[in-house]
C-alpha cells in the first residue's frame, strides 16, 4: 500500500504562483510513475501532468504546457507541481497519483494510488 500526502494548496491571485507537494510512503517511489489530476465542481477528474520513473520524461496536458513544471525527488519520495500564471479556470482540487505502471500507460484507469487532495483557488 502507498499513502500519498499532499500539501501546498492555497488561495492565489490570478498570475500567482503555487507549489504543491506529493509526499509518499510505503512502497519503493523510484518504481512508480507518478502525476496530478484536478477536479473541479461538477465536473470530471482530469490529467494535469505525469512523470516517469527516473523523472526524464514528462506529459502535460496541454492547458497547463508552458505554465506548470512537474519534477520528482526520489531521494525524498516527493513529487512536486510549481503552477506559474495561475488562471480562476486552474481552480480545482488536485489530486497527486500513482501506478505501478510505465509512464505510457499512466492513466485515471490505470492508478493503484490516490492522495486526498488539495484545494487550489485562483480569483480573477
Known amino acids: 500500500q502507498v499513502q500519498l500526502v499532499e500539501s501546498g494548496g492555497g488561495l492565489v491571485q490570478a498570475g500567482g504562483s503555487l507549489r504543491l507537494s506529493c509526499a509518499a510512503s510505503?512502497?519503493?517511489?523510484?518504481?512508480?510513475?507518478v502525476g496530478w489530476f484536478r477536479q473541479a465542481p461538477g465536473k470530471e477528474r482530469k490529467f494535469v501532468a505525469a512523470?516517469?520513473?527516473?523523472?526524464?520524461?514528462?506529459y502535460y496536458a496541454d492547458v497547463v504546457k508552458g505554465r506548470f513544471t512537474l519534477s520528482r525527488d526520489n531521494t525524498k519520495n516527493t513529487l512536486y507541481l510549481v503552477m506559474n500564471n495561475l488562471q480562476p479556470d486552474d481552480t480545482a482540487v488536485y489530486y497527486c497519483?500513482?501506478?505501478?505502471?510505465?509512464?505510457?500507460?499512466?492513466?485515471?484507469?490505470?492508478?493503484?494510488?490516490w492522495g486526498q487532495g488539495t484545494q487550489v483557488s485562483v480569483s480573477s
Open positions: 497519483a500513482a501506478a505501478r505502471v510505465q509512464l505510457n500507460d499512466f492513466s485515471a484507469y490505470t492508478i493503484d494510488f
Open positions: 510505503g512502497h519503493t517511489f523510484s518504481s512508480l510513475s
Open positions: 512523470i516517469g520513473f527516473v523523472g526524464t520524461t514528462i
